[in-house]
């Protein structure tokens, strides 16, 4: 079975790893068209990701997670609050029987050691490797690749980003909505030593959230930071100098982390909701942002993928030990069936929280309010909601909204 992936960012490399270890004897190849970057950033420029248990799970029974974790910080706890608000929760990793809720590592320490386990499954790469389009009109796929010969292949991944070009290309119809909201990602550095606390603070303007990371060599708070506001907010903090931007995220999250006194480089983007309207199609399957992309406000994208690549491979290699063609439409429709329910559920939760906390009255405002306060007496929901994060519960969405 020859199968090719098409993007070599984490979720490309993720699906490979995946497909090659489900299916040993298939041909899997990750074509990529950028030059991989190597070395580490600088501590205050690099950007993470945030991984809960159930993506755990799945990258130790690849073997790889002993030396992931020994490069990331672990989430002990999440602090939830309201700005200018009396609600706050405190989920605690005891709520769900574990040393840790999550955990969060900088995304070239993740990539690496998922480009080293790719290599090690034999799975091929080539970077840069520029890919055209799709053709689907025979039997199998063709990967083209402009003047050179098509690459046959019996299954195409596509993992090539939320603006997709092979989506355009296959005529894949796309619903898109525009949060009319822009998220703004740096690192940043407190005083103090860190607890272990991931801290999210909702405002009337959008969400914050700031995930811990390993302190730095002086042995300061190291956050990573991903804030969501208005676009004209935003881009007003995007051009400002350190010192306003670091008084401005201070009135935002206010003292509980103490003084906040550095920031590394910031990138910003616009934030949107993108889902296709169909994510497999014969001998093809979309995943990753090409599929669908999340609020970051949760950080649940990536941890979504992850189990997506485990289903595919799941279905796939059970297709090809009972004698099917794998990569058939009714097996693929299969993956698609299999993984709806946790995608409709992870991007509903996801959105609910994006929003939950926006100003509405202070009819909603108070009972709203009270509710999150209430959650550090309500141990159940507590829990439950805790477990959904983790990734091995569901349910959040409709507890949310009760």
């Known amino acids: 079975m020859r199968i090719e992936i098409v993007g070599g960012g984490m979720v490309g490399l993720a699906f490979a790893i995946a497909l090659k270890r489900s299916l040993p004897t298939a041909a899997v190849r990750v074509l990529e068209a950028r030059v991989l970057p190597s070395g580490a950033p600088n501590a205050l420029d690099s950007r993470a990701t945030a991984l809960n248990l159930a993506s755990r799970d799945i990258l130790a029974s690849w073997g790889t997670w002993p030396k992931i974790r020994g490069l990331g910080a ?52 080539e970077a ?32 090539d980003g939320a603006d997709s070009p092979l989506c355009h290309h296959l005529g894949i119809n796309r619903a898109r909505r525009d949060v009319g909201q822009r998220a703004v990602a740096a690192n940043v550095l407190f005083e103090g030593v860190s607890v272990g606390t991931a801290w999210e603070r909702f405002t009337a303007h959008g969400p914050i959230a700031l995930l811990p990371l390993p302190d730095d060599i002086a042995g300061r708070q190291r956050y990573n930071l991903i804030w969501s506001m208005h676009p004209d907010e935003s881009r007003v903090l995007e051009g400002a100098n350190d010192d306003d931007f670091l008084k401005a995220l201070q009135r935002a999250v206010g003292w509980r982390l103490g003084r906040v006194t550095d920031v590394g480089r910031r990138t910003a983007w616009d934030l949107s909701r993108i889902a296709v309207r169909e994510q497999v199609r014969a001998g093809v399957v979309i995943v990753g942002n090409a599929a669908h992309t999340l609020h970051p406000v949760a950080g649940q994208g990536f941890n979504l993928s992850l189990r997506d690549a485990n289903c595919l491979a799941q279905i796939l290699a059970t297709a090809h030990a009972q004698g099917e063609r794998a990569s058939s439409l009714p097996i693929l429709r299969r993956y698609e069936l299999a993984v709806a329910k946790d995608q409709q559920e992870t991007t509903q939760a996801t959105d609910v929280l994006a929003t939950l906390f926006r100003s509405r009255g202070v009819f909603l405002d108070i009972p709203r309010d009270a509710a999150l306060a209430g959650l550090d007496f309500l141990a159940p929901l507590r829990r439950s909601i805790a477990r959904r994060g983790t990734g091995k519960g569901l349910g959040l969405v409709h507890e949310v909204r009760r």
């Open 128 to 159: 840069p490797a520029g890919v055209t389009g799709v053709d689907v009109s025979g039997s199998s796929p063709r990967i083209l690749r402009g003047k050179e010969a098509p690459i046959p292949a019996d299954l195409v991944v596509v993992a």
């Open 74 to 125: 672990a989430i002990k706890a999440i602090h939830v609050s309201s700005r200018g608000r009396f609600g706050s929760a405190l989920m605690e990793a005891s709520d769900v029987g574990e040393s840790a809720l999550g955990y969060v590592v900088e995304n070239h320490h993740l990539g690496s050691a998922l480009l080293e386990l790719a290599h090690d499954c034999g799975v091929l790469l």
